[in-house]
């Protein structure tokens, strides 16, 4: 892939350790360009101590990054590019790129992401394939968003790609990153595979939140589908009130480990309850419009 000048200093950036995404956009706000950054030796109030020879080892990783990329036919979207996804630019630490898999077609009039725990049940699945046999007759303007765990995350994946949703899977690591034979065919088996990381980033702080956010601000709203306490999915519903997203938790009455942070979740106003997915088309209030009105007169 041919980049332009900017969108190579905006990759460079990218991959600059030692700065949230925030910083990074805050970099920009300041200098108006990542590559005035570069050029500008990387002074900002942000980071003032940046070495010319950190920057100059940034620009050589950066061009690895390109063959990387190229060898292994992964594309990239920048923030300023029109297929980037809007929902996520609107979010005040959105990633400068996306590097992805597959066609990237986050921009449909709905999106959705379905979480919940990797220990999911029997009641966990009947919930998503609840949820995603419902919305079936409106699949072509959806878009599905999901993690790459066992349990809820492979239940989404697995039961909306034999409906024809397009998918969106998001890894918290870097392509190159290899996972064991069932995730990676969990992986391939999305329409879209996307990492805001390089290509040979592992492990790091806070990965899996990070992670998480990119989930939520592709999403209108998110679906928790069964979670137990202690579970991860709070991270996501924090991260779904952080950016005005609509969140929702499936009540499970009779409590249990693997159902009580649901409960809880409404309990404490976090997320609407939902007995049905027909509950959820009652509540949810779709941004571009009435969605029930459609349902209901379709």
Request: glycine letters at 6%.
């Amino acid at each position: 892939m041919d980049y332009t000048d900017e969108e190579f200093y905006m990759l460079a950036l990218s991959i600059l350790e030692g700065l949230t995404p925030y910083q990074k956009l805050k970099i920009l706000e300041e200098k108006g360009s990542a590559e005035a950054f570069f050029h500008d030796s990387g002074k900002t109030e942000f980071y003032p101590h940046h070495r010319r020879q950190q920057l100059q080892n940034v620009i050589k990783n950066a061009y690895i990054e390109c063959e990387l990329m190229a060898k292994n036919n992964i594309y990239t979207t920048f923030a300023k590019n029109i297929e980037f996804p809007f929902r996520l630019r609107n979010c005040p630490d959105y990633p400068l790129v996306l590097f992805h898999k597959g066609k990237l077609d986050a921009n449909r009039r709905y999106a959705l992401s379905i979480v919940g725990s990797r220990k999911a049940d029997k009641k966990g699945e009947r919930r998503v394939c609840e949820m995603l046999d419902y919305l079936t007759p409106y699949k072509d303007n959806m878009v599905i968003v999901a993690g790459v765990a066992s349990g809820i995350d492979a239940m989404v994946l697995n039961h909306a790609q034999s409906l024809g949703f397009y998918t969106i899977c998001v890894i918290p690591h870097g392509f190159g990153h290899r996972y064991d034979c069932n995730v990676e065919k969990r992986i391939n088996s999305a329409s879209c595979v996307v990492s805001e990381n390089r290509f040979h980033f592992g492990y790091g702080d806070r990965i899996y939140e990070q992670r998480n956010r990119i989930i939520v601000g592709l999403s209108d709203a998110v679906v928790v589908a069964q979670a137990k306490n202690g579970n991860g999915a709070g991270l996501y519903v924090g991260k779904a009130l952080d950016y005005n997203r609509d969140c929702f938790a499936f009540v499970y009455p009779n409590e249990n480990t693997e159902n009580e942070k649901c409960n809880l979740f409404v309990a404490d106003d976090q997320a609407i309850g939902l007995n049905s997915a027909e509950d959820f088309f009652e509540k949810m209030i779709w941004p571009w419009g009435m969605y029930q009105f459609i349902i209901r007169n379709s």
